[in-house]
């Protein structure tokens, strides 16, 4: 039930008590006053518990620093949907690049980003150019590192059977900005065992 299914809910137990308080006592009567005032209550509650959680949802995102550099033309990055996790990134080129079967290209993006201290942003391909032209990313998903302040750059690669033109301001990748956990390297002479032990590739059955 989501909020709004449940205010409704409210409003009928409102109704539903109110008609019974008036059949049993014939008027509006102190019961009848504490229905009113309990109903108001959850009423209270439930729009607090609303308001918190939109704040809740503002306050997770990151703030993630991008400058735009002197090859960038265009509207800035966005999110296409509300719960999106990746935000398209666009070709900026002096001229459409021409990718063959078998080809790839490193294309340009005109942006570069400050990202937070434990986190990357990871670049993967975009659904629709795969599926429609074959176009992925050689190093899918590329990774961005946090202490990198350069020009973002895609490597596409034409996986199709046909010549692939990008086009200036063409949506090429998509990127995400995830969180990045470091380990802390141990040295030992020997590991814990597990039933499954060195078994390699193709060890649990094709």
């Known amino acids: 039930m989501d909020a709004t299914q449940l ?30 005032g309990v109903v108001k209550n959850l009423e209270n509650s439930l729009q607090s518990f609303m308001q918190q959680k939109e704040a809740g949802n503002r306050s997770s995102a990151v703030a993630l620093k991008v400058k735009a550099l002197e090859n960038f033309q265009g509207d800035f990055p966005a999110y296409e949907s509300e719960l999106a996790s990746g935000f398209d990134v666009r070709a900026q080129l002096p001229e459409p690049v021409v990718l ?20 990357e942003i990871q670049a993967r391909p975009r659904s629709g150019l795969a599926i ?27 996986l199709g059977t046909e010549a692939v033109t990008i086009e200036k301001g063409e949506r090429i990748a998509q990127l995400v900005l995830c969180p990045v956990v470091q380990a802390q390297f141990v040295k030992v002479d020997a590991l814990g065992e597990t039933v499954r032990g060195e078994g390699g590739f193709g060890s649990t059955g094709v």
Do not use: C, M, W
């Open 100 to 119: 063959e079967p078998g080809h790839r290209s490193l294309i340009p993006t005109g942006l570069s980003f400050e990202i937070p201290k434990g986190y």
């Open 7 to 36: 205010k409704e809910t409210l409003k009928l137990f409102a109704k539903q008590a109110e008609a019974l308080v008036e059949q049993k006592l014939g008027d509006r009567s102190q019961i009848e006053n504490q229905v009113r």
């Open 132 to 158: 429609k032209k074959g176009l992925s990313l050689v190093n899918s998903p590329g990774t961005i590192d946090a202490d990198y302040r350069g020009e973002v750059k895609i490597i596409l690669i034409n």
